[in-house]
């Protein structure tokens, strides 16, 4: 049933941009057709949406998402340019601080980071995330992998410390890992304490 909502917004935003290519909502029109894709997991056509948007709109209030689900199909393509991917989330994180997906471009530059074993490039985007008001959508992720990071860095107390406040968030879906986590420091600890 939602898959055929969506394939409806498509339908109807192709409809709108054929009557009115250029009209005062097409930049909004081509986001949601964008959106659309992303939902049904069709990447390609999603990106040709967002490309339109940072091509011909590039003062719309809608930039930075264009450019956050670019990246992203970069990054998740076998084929994409990470590179090019991890430059366009640091421009967002530079370039619309107040956007809707500055939070998103700087958890996906944190994580990116932290496998990348670049610990201290993981920390200072988290310490970022960390600072400016909470997002809900990212902060269980930012507060977890701070405790992976600092766990990484044998920082055991900053890990029980972040894994405890992931556990303070009752709808994450981290939860109980961040309980499992926070075992795994304690162990550390006492076994640090013990030597």
Same mark, same amino acid.
């Given at each position: 049933?939602? @898959?055929?909502?969506? +394939?409806?917004? #498509? ?11 250029? /009209? $005062? *909502? ?7 057709? &964008? ?11 999603? %990106?040709?949406?967002? !490309? %339109? #948007? ?8 809608? #930039? !930075? /998402? ?6 992203? &199909?970069?990054?998740?393509s076998r084929r994409g340019n990470k ?11 530079? =370039?619309? $601080? =107040? &956007? ?14 932290? @496998? %990348? ?17 909470p997002d809900e959508a990212v902060i !269980? ?5 701070? /405790?992976?990071?600092? #766990?990484?860095?044998?920082?055991? *107390? ?8 992931? &556990?303070?968030?009752? !709808?994450?879906?981290?939860? $109980? ?8 420091? +304690? /162990? ?5 304490? %013990?030597?």
């Amino acid at each position: 049933m939602e @898959l055929q909502r969506e +394939r409806e917004a #498509i339908t109807m935003g192709i409809l709108a941009l054929e009557k009115s290519p250029d /009209g $005062p *909502n097409a930049a909004e029109t081509l986001w949601m057709i &964008g959106f659309a894709y992303v939902l049904l997991d069709n990447d390609l056509d999603a %990106r040709e949406y967002f !490309d %339109r #948007i940072v091509r011909e709109y590039p003062q719309s209030d809608r #930039i !930075d /998402g264009a450019l956050y689900y670019q990246a992203m &199909g970069e990054l998740e393509s076998r084929r994409g340019n990470k590179t090019k991917a991890l430059s366009t989330l640091t421009r967002i994180c530079r =370039n619309y $601080p =107040n &956007g809707n997906y500055w939070s998103h471009a700087a958890w996906e530059l944190a994580y990116q980071s932290y @496998l %990348r074993k670049d610990y201290a490039t993981s920390d200072m985007y988290l310490q970022q995330l960390l600072s400016h008001p909470p997002d809900e959508a990212v902060i !269980d992720r930012a507060l977890f992998l701070k /405790g992976q990071l600092a #766990i990484e860095l044998k920082q055991w *107390n900053t890990a029980l410390v972040a894994f405890d406040e992931v &556990g303070k968030i009752v !709808d994450s879906p981290l939860r $109980p890992y961040a309980g499992q986590a926070a075992a795994v420091a +304690r /162990g550390s600890v006492s076994a640090e304490i %013990r030597r």
